[in-house]
């Protein structure tokens, strides 16, 4: 599936369109279109741990979310061997809105229940 980045993902402002594809039933792939060498691997958070944070309203207006669309959260994993020691971008989560395909990065501001580089190892075991 194609998404539109409507706010710019930090670090990488560049890219303006992704596709996001299925790895397995925890792991997701997301690909810059205009890139082949710039891609991420995205994990659903809310298999981890319980999350939730405010989707800021600049955001829901770009990606005109209402209370009926259908989101779907995804955090950066930095992949490392072994799996156990990969981490989670926490603060920085993209929201997929699969409705009308657009997608943006939201910052957590001054978070003190996540992190920008968690332990998976942390979570697998609870």
Request: aromatic fraction near 10%.
């Amino acid at each position: 599936m194609k998404f539109e980045i409507t706010t710019p993902l930090l670090g990488f402002e560049n890219i303006k369109e992704v596709t996001l594809e299925n790895i397995d039933d925890i792991f997701m792939k997301m690909q810059a279109v205009d890139n082949e060498f710039i891609s991420f691997t995205l994990i659903n958070p809310f298999i981890l741990r319980e999350y939730d944070f405010e989707v800021p309203q600049n955001i829901q207006n770009t990606l005109a979310i209402d209370d009926k669309s259908n989101l779907l959260t995804l955090n950066i994993v930095l992949i490392q061997t072994p799996i156990e020691d990969s981490v989670i971008n926490f603060i920085g989560p993209i929201v997929f809105n699969t409705d009308n395909n657009k997608a943006a990065q939201v910052i957590i501001q001054e978070s003190t229940k996540y992190g920008v580089a968690e332990k998976i190892s942390t979570f697998l075991n609870n």
